[in-house]
């Protein structure tokens, strides 16, 4: 019997074909030995064999991609049909005439009254800045009681050597961000020395003190955490609330009471929504920059601990003025500085340098070194900055006689300003009251001053002063305009130089009211503080008593 062959032979093929076929079998073999010269082909084929067996889906998903790319890349760009349906076309008298109409929107606002009276009222220093100034064209030496100098940090010849010497080997700026080339080795030394000092376990430093602090809250903080505020707390802050996107609850400034109120009312909230576990902070400042009133640091740390919440700690004003080293409001209440979960400081305020800093665990710091805007984006702290500060911190470490002087300083000039506020202060620094009471009754109230015109919220222990008046005129701008005229008194009669504080009228969420703003330093002499005292109590008595 025989065998029949099944197999196809090229006669089974229509003629036509058979070109065709020819040509895709040659064409086939043409790309085959081509892509066998490509380098690593071999991995490619076994990569595509291996996948397809494997998942064969993903082989067709990643053909797909491949075959969107190459008409994406090949596809040039095209109108749609209709796109010119709609179009008018415009005469070139009609062209001219709309652009004779169109009024474009300022960049920025004309400046109001009060812009011009603050702009025509800054003075110009001849010369270096320090506690003692000159002023153009005048030529006049005045006391600067305008900058933050608690410590003369600021005309410090032993600081000013160091910044020389480094600026000689270093140069000027890093040129890049901490985490790419930024980092030097006087970085990592600060970053030690200023855990050293205030006593936790790192930091992280950055170069703008605004932008550590705009920064930091919102690595930690996103949508949906919880975030309990101070009213008072200053700029930096508002911002850094605002770019985390959190839920903010506000209580009333320096309100112990009204802090613990809203901590039971977010526990009652959590309880009725349910739902999955929050992050909690509570946010403020050791010492306000807005008033200089210093933060109840124990009494905020015993309900931090009951609420089960996070502190962040703007020591932004306090650090290098407050406490017996000047480490701030944990040195000054005497509170381990690990219980505060992220302090945060100015360099440039409190150690006449530049530049802010995060102190707290190693796990917040590093956190922050890839988490922080500010930390990734910035450009690193320049090299002599950086030597300045440490070099301030072995300065405050050695000499604590610095920060007694300028605890005398403050209590002079408040004791000299109390004889125009409703409570006179004593010797000791402490308002006086009616005649002494017995032992177990009830102490007297206080007696009032008839001639007070001012109030002073600041802190006793604070060389940042605010004075606000007890009975402002009705307008902020004529309140303004009135302390103003004190200011000039001051620097026309006493040579003293003292501002308005400025704020950011229609930025803040909270406008402070306005207010004079003194900086009292460990450089002036207990004469110059009696003479800038003197001069600006006669100053506010001249000037608001006749608007009485």
């Known amino acids: 019997m025989s065998t029949q062959s099944h197999s196809s032979s090229p006669t089974d093929i229509p003629a036509p074909l058979l070109p065709l076929l020819q040509l895709l079998s040659s064409v086939f073999l043409t790309l085959q030995s081509t892509f066998k010269r490509i380098p690593g082909s071999p991995i490619i084929v076994r990569y595509i064999k291996s996948s397809y067996q494997d998942d064969p889906w993903r082989s067709l998903l990643e053909v797909l991609l491949i075959a969107f790319a190459v008409r994406t890349l090949l596809m040039g760009r095209t109108r749609g049909e209709g796109a010119g349906k709609n179009f008018i076309k415009l005469t070139e008298k009609e062209i001219d005439e709309l652009v004779d109409e169109w009024k474009p929107q300022p960049l920025v606002e004309e400046p ?17 800045n320090g506690a003692r100034v000159k002023l153009s064209p005048a030529g006049k030496t005045v006391l600067n009681m305008t900058i933050p100098n608690w410590q003369g940090f600021v005309e410090n010849e032993k600081m000013k050597q160091v910044a020389i010497e480094t600026l000689r080997n ?101 309880k009725r929504k349910g739902g999955k576990l929050t992050k909690k902070f509570i946010v403020a400042e050791g010492v306000f920059e807005n008033d200089g009133m210093m933060l109840e640091l124990p009494k905020v740390l015993e309900l931090k601990y009951k609420y089960k919440y996070r502190l962040i700690l703007d020591e932004s004003q306090s650090f290098g003025m407050v406490g017996a080293h000047g480490r701030g409001i944990t040195e000054h209440y005497g509170v381990p500085a690990s219980e505060v979960d992220m302090i945060l400081g100015s360099m440039a305020t409190g150690l006449a340098t530049g530049g802010g800093f995060c102190a707290g665990s190693y796990h917040v ?55 125009l506020e409703p409570l006179p202060m004593t010797e000791s620094g402490v308002p006086t009251i009616g005649s002494s009471s017995t032992a177990g009754s009830m102490p007297p109230p206080p007696v009032p001053n008839k001639d007070a015109i001012i109030h002073i919220p600041s802190h006793i222990n604070s060389a940042l002063i605010h004075i606000f008046l007890l009975n402002p005129p009705p307008t902020t701008e004529a309140e303004e305009r009135l302390l103003q005229e004190v200011v000039d008194e001051v620097v026309s009669k006493s040579d003293v130089l003292i501002t308005r504080a400025r704020r950011l009228r229609g930025q803040e969420i909270f406008e402070p009211e306005p207010s004079l703003k003194v900086c009292i ?23 608001c008593g006749k608007k009485r």
């Open 112 to 128: 109001n009254d009060l812009d011009h009276l603050t702009l025509s009222t800054v003075p110009t220093i001849y010369g270096p």
């Open 170 to 270: 270093y140069g000027v700026g890093t040129c890049g961000p901490s985490g790419f080339y930024g980092t030097i080795d006087v970085h990592m030394k600060l970053e030690e020395d200023i855990a050293s000092f205030l006593g936790t376990e790192a930091a992280i430093i950055y170069a703008q003190a605004f932008a550590a602090v705009s920064s930091v809250i919102p690595a930690f903080a996103k949508r949906g955490d919880i975030i309990v505020a101070d009213r008072g707390v200053n700029f930096a802050i508002h911002k850094g609330l605002q770019i985390s996107r959190s839920t903010i609850r506000w209580y009333a400034h320096g309100d112990m009471k009204d802090l613990e109120r809203v901590l039971q009312n977010v526990e009652r909230e959590q």
């Open 365 to 419: 710091c590093n956190h922050q070194r890839i988490n922080s805007s500010a930390s990734v984006f910035s450009a690193s702290l320049p090299a002599m900055l950086a030597t300045t500060a440490s070099t301030a911190i072995s300065i405050l470490n050695s000499q604590p006689a610095l920060q007694s002087t300028l605890q005398a300083n403050i209590l002079l000039f408040r004791q000299i300003l109390s004889k």
């Open 521 to 543: 330093s460990s450089s002036f002499s207990r004469k110059e503080i009696e003479k800038a005292a003197k001069g600006l109590r006669e100053a506010l008595v001249k000037v």
